[in-house]
């Protein structure tokens, strides 16, 4: 099943999707959109271009497992997504998904603008990777959800 993964952000969106056989996680690009509704919009489009069969929102937590005005604003996000492409859409847990991501580009000594441009797609992928992970070792609780 192809599955787009989407790290939200309030200025810069990424993207990530897979492949049909669950196995590798890619880097799609970035929404740069400030609009909430425009990035929606534009999000479902991609979805639908890329013919995803489901859309796994980054859901940042706090620390302590709590829900704060960020995880909101992306369940809010989710929720639009799904009434929007009528795909199933999860919310992943992301905490230091973008610490991850800043160490990746550390390590490819991806710096200044450069750098800016490709962290919410690393998010992203980053995010679909571990939900990805997920449900290739837990086949028993997807059979329960669906």
């Known amino acids: 099943m192809i599955i787009l993964g989407v790290d939200f952000g309030e200025a810069r969106t990424g993207l990530a999707i897979c492949d049909r056989s669950e196995l590798l996680a890619s880097p799609v690009g970035t929404v740069a959109e400030t609009d909430f509704n425009a990035c929606v919009e534009k999000v479902a489009a991609i979805a639908m271009e890329k013919k995803a069969a489901c859309i796994v929102v980054g859901y940042p937590k706090n620390m302590n497992g709590t829900i704060g005005e960020r995880a909101e ?23 230091s998904t973008t610490v991850s991501a800043h160490n990746y580009l550390n390590q490819t000594n991806t710096r200044g603008k450069k750098r800016k441009a490709v962290v919410d797609t690393v998010a992203a992928t980053i995010i679909l990777e571990s939900y990805l992970a997920y449900r290739k070792n837990h086949p028993e609780q997807l059979s329960q959800n669906q």
């Open 73 to 95: 604003r992306c369940q809010q996000f989710a929720d639009c997504l799904k009434e929007k492409t009528k795909l199933d859409t999860v919310l992943w847990d992301e905490r």
